[in-house]
C-alpha cells in the first residue's frame, strides 16, 4: 500500500510562530494520525483523527496543537505558538485499509517521511 | 510509571548471524503489539505484530515471541543483511489506537 506523503520535509521558525505541518493522504482514507519524535527519543502518540474529527489525544497533544482536513484532502497539523520544545520530527500515518477488526494488521498503521520543525 | 521500553540500545551483529532484538513492557492490559524498523531520514515502517493470545508469529525472516508471563517481546531477524541496519522499536497498543512506542535499539549489520 502507498505511503503518505509530507510538506514541508523541513520547517524552520522562530518562537512563538505558528506552523502547519501537510499530510497529502490517498483519498478515501479516513482515518490518520500524527506522531512526534524528539531527537534521539521515543516515537510518541499525539493525536489521531477519523471521518474529519479528533478520535484521540494524548497529553501532549494540548490547546497549542489541533489538526483539520480543511479541504478534504491535506490532513494538517497546526501548531500555535511554537516553543523550542517543540522541535522535533513529525510523523503523519495512515491507517491500513481492508482487514476485519481482529485480523492481523488490522492496526497497521503506514508512515510518512516525516516532517522535521526546528524552533529557534 | 508504565512504559515500553528496549533492554539494549545498540547491536550489532555479523552479516548472516541472526539477530535478537528485546523489548520489555509493563502493561498487563496490553493485547497487542507491533515492531517496527525506521532507516535513518525515513518513518517507522511496520514489520510484524502479535496479539496477547498468540505466543509466536512468524513472517519472512523475522519472528516476533510474545511472553506474557515476564512481560516480553523480542524479534527474530534470521540470516541478517546489510539492509536491516535501522532502529526497531516495539510498540504496544493498550487500547483504541494509540501506540505506545519504547526508545528503539540500533542494529548495525557488519559486512
Known amino acids: 500500500e502507498p505511503e503518505v506523503t509530507q510538506t514541508p520535509s523541513h520547517q524552520v521558525t522562530q518562537m512563538g510562530q505558528e506552523v502547519i505541518l501537510r499530510c497529502v493522504p490517498i483519498?478515501?482514507?479516513?482515518?490518520f494520525y500524527w506522531y512526534r519524535q524528539i531527537l534521539g527519543q521515543k516515537v510518541e502518540f499525539l493525536v489521531s483523527?477519523?471521518?474529519?474529527?479528533?478520535?484521540?489525544k494524548s497529553e501532549i497533544f494540548d490547546d497549542q496543537f489541533s489538526v483539520e482536513r480543511p479541504d478534504g484532502s491535506n490532513f494538517t497539523l497546526k501548531i500555535r505558538s511554537t516553543k523550542l520544545e517543540d522541535s522535533a520530527m513529525y510523523f503523519c500515518a495512515r491507517k491500513r485499509r481492508g482487514l476485519a477488526g481482529g485480523a492481523l494488521g488490522y492496526n497497521e498503521q503506514f508512515f510518512g517521511p516525516g516532517t522535521r520543525l526546528t524552533v529557534l | 510509571g508504565e512504559s515500553v521500553g528496549l533492554h539494549l540500545p545498540t547491536l550489532s551483529v555479523q552479516e548472516g548471524d541472526n539477530s535478537i532484538i528485546n523489548c520489555a513492557y509493563s502493561n498487563s492490559a496490553s493485547d497487542y503489539f507491533i515492531w517496527y524498523k525506521q532507516e535513518s531520514g525515513k518513518g517507522p515502517q511496520f514489520i510484524i505484530d502479535i496479539r496477547s493470545n498468540m505466543d509466536k508469529r512468524q513472517g519472512q525472516r523475522v519472528t516476533v515471541l510474545l511472553n506474557k508471563t515476564v512481560k516480553h517481546l523480542s524479534l527474530q531477524i534470521a540470516a541478517t543483511q546489510p539492509g536491516d541496519s535501522a532502529v526497531y522499536f516495539c510498540a504496544e497498543n493498550r487500547a483504541g489506537n494509540q501506540f505506545y512506542f519504547g526508545t528503539g535499539t540500533s542494529l548495525t549489520v557488519i559486512p
Open positions: 483523527f477519523y471521518n474529519n474529527e479528533i478520535s484521540e
Open positions: 483519498s478515501n482514507h479516513l482515518y
